[in-house]
């Protein structure tokens, strides 16, 4: 099959696992021979990234849904010739439509929605995803199934295609080597986390379940960055878990951080597709504790794959960690029953498959 020009756009200033699927995807359709463009924000951590990732990216006043913003994406879809751009955020998704209203040939549009947040019903919205998208991507079954039941959307124009995950950057490490790599101390017993500090992430509530835990052994490992981060900061402070609590930032390889936990936890209380920080962890081999928000029970099953609480209840969420903490055999058990369930299913060629089928579709639907 011919190599596809493929453009990308990201409006949002922030970082994430959105973002980092971006530059994931882009980069694994370069390999793959395509052309490949991101088209990103001023300003935006992700232009900033981009680089790392060999990603070709161009800085565009499309942070906001101005003028300016169609303008310059009109430029460039003009010059690029692109066959189809995916776009990933609202306010570039409006901005990238109404920019191929006036581009000549313009090309198809894909419209990935990564979180489980409602899509709004009105007359506008819905010429967005059913006249102006030629294809919607949803990164699990529940938000497809939202969309199609509360959207409208015509199901065969709705793809439901779970971030891949590298499976040969997981679970290679050794928890003693990852340990004594990352200054982390032997004999502890250490629960961690993997997200942006945000509140729909659930830290406040983890911080919370940390607390109850009676283990002296006990250790936090926060790795990520965010909004939340003073105020988490004074949370834990106020509870007195400073020693027992270790704020690592942002990581560019989080690998060594998750093969170095007993327990990852993922309290999340919103916006979830699948989460890439709970594959991850799967993939690297380490039992998990999580919620049921959004697309997370497509992979997360209580007492087969992970154990699982109600959303926001920090008493639930003490109790599991526990329960893992002191039943190694219990976290072995659901730990490879995890690993194999999703490494057939979440890797990333996988996901590169399903999205060059999409974007053909798409292209082979404006032939028709």
Same mark, same amino acid.
């Given at each position: 099959?011919?190599?596809?020009? =493929? ?9 994430g696992?959105q973002?980092i699927r971006?530059l994931?995807?882009?980069r694994?359709?370069?390999?793959r021979?395509h052309?490949?463009?991101?088209y990103?924000?001023?300003g935006?951590r =992700? ?5 790392g990732?060999g ?26 010739r ?6 990933h955020?609202s306010?570039?998704s409006?901005?990238a ?8 040939d ?12 409602p899509v709004?019903n009105?007359r506008?919205?819905?010429?967005l995803y ?5 294809r ?9 199934d939202?969309l ?5 959307l015509d199901?065969?124009r709705v793809?439901?295609i779970?971030t891949?995950i590298d499976?040969a950057?997981?679970?290679? =490490?050794?928890?003693?080597e990852?340990?004594?790599?990352l200054?982390?101390p032997? +004999?502890?017993r =250490? ?9 729909w ?5 983890l ?9 002296p052994?006990?250790?936090?490992v926060?790795?990520g960055?965010?909004?939340q ?8 402070a106020?509870?007195?878990l400073g ?5 690592a930032?942002?990581?560019?390889d989080v690998a060594p ?6 327990v ?7 916006n979830?597709g699948?989460p890439?920080?709970?594959l991850q962890?799967m993939?690297?081999?380490?039992p ?6 959004g ?5 997360a099953? +209580?007492?087969d ?7 926001g +209840?920090?008493?639930a969420?003490a109790d599991?960690i ?12 659901l730990?490879t ?6 490494l ?13 089928a999409?974007f053909?579709?798409?292209?082979e639907?404006?032939?028709?």
């Amino acid at each position: 099959m011919p190599a596809l020009s =493929i453009a990308h756009t990201e409006a949002s200033l922030g970082w994430g696992g959105q973002e980092i699927r971006i530059l994931t995807e882009a980069r694994g359709f370069l390999d793959r021979g395509h052309r490949v463009s991101l088209y990103a924000a001023t300003g935006s951590r =992700i232009a900033d990234e981009a680089p790392g990732y060999g990603v070709p990216c161009t800085a565009l006043p499309i942070g906001r849904k101005r003028p300016a913003g169609v303008l310059a994406l009109a430029r460039a879809f003009r010059a690029a010739r692109h066959d189809v751009v995916n776009t990933h955020s609202s306010t570039d998704s409006w901005l990238a439509a109404l920019a191929c209203r006036i581009v000549r040939d313009p090309p198809v549009i894909v419209r990935t929605r990564h979180v489980s947040v409602p899509v709004p019903n009105d007359r506008a919205t819905r010429w967005l995803y059913g006249k102006a998208t030629s294809r919607v991507v949803t990164t699990g079954e529940a938000l497809r199934d939202r969309l199609v039941r509360d959207n409208g959307l015509d199901p065969a124009r709705v793809d439901s295609i779970p971030t891949g995950i590298d499976a040969a950057r997981f679970g290679a =490490i050794a928890r003693d080597e990852a340990r004594r790599t990352l200054g982390l101390p032997a +004999d502890a017993r =250490i629960v961690g986390i993997v997200a942006t500090l945000r509140s729909w992430k659930g830290h406040r509530h983890l911080v919370d379940a940390f607390a109850r835990l009676d283990d002296p052994r006990a250790l936090l490992v926060i790795v990520g960055d965010g909004p939340q981060r003073e105020a988490l900061g004074r949370h834990v402070a106020a509870l007195g878990l400073g020693p027992r609590v270790r704020f690592a930032g942002q990581q560019r390889d989080v690998a060594p951080w998750l093969a170095a936990l007993d327990v990852f936890a993922l309290p999340s209380t919103a916006n979830e597709g699948v989460p890439q920080a709970l594959l991850q962890a799967m993939f690297a081999g380490v039992p998990c504790v999580t919620t049921t928000v959004g697309a997370i029970p497509e992979i997360a099953s +209580d007492g087969d794959t992970a154990l699982v609480v109600p959303a926001g +209840d920090a008493a639930a969420l003490a109790d599991a960690i526990g329960r893992l903490l002191a039943n190694p055999s219990l976290g072995a058990r659901l730990a490879t029953a995890a690993r194999a369930f999703v490494l057939p299913r979440f890797g990333l060629d996988t996901m590169l498959d399903r999205m060059e089928a999409a974007f053909r579709r798409a292209i082979e639907g404006r032939r028709k």
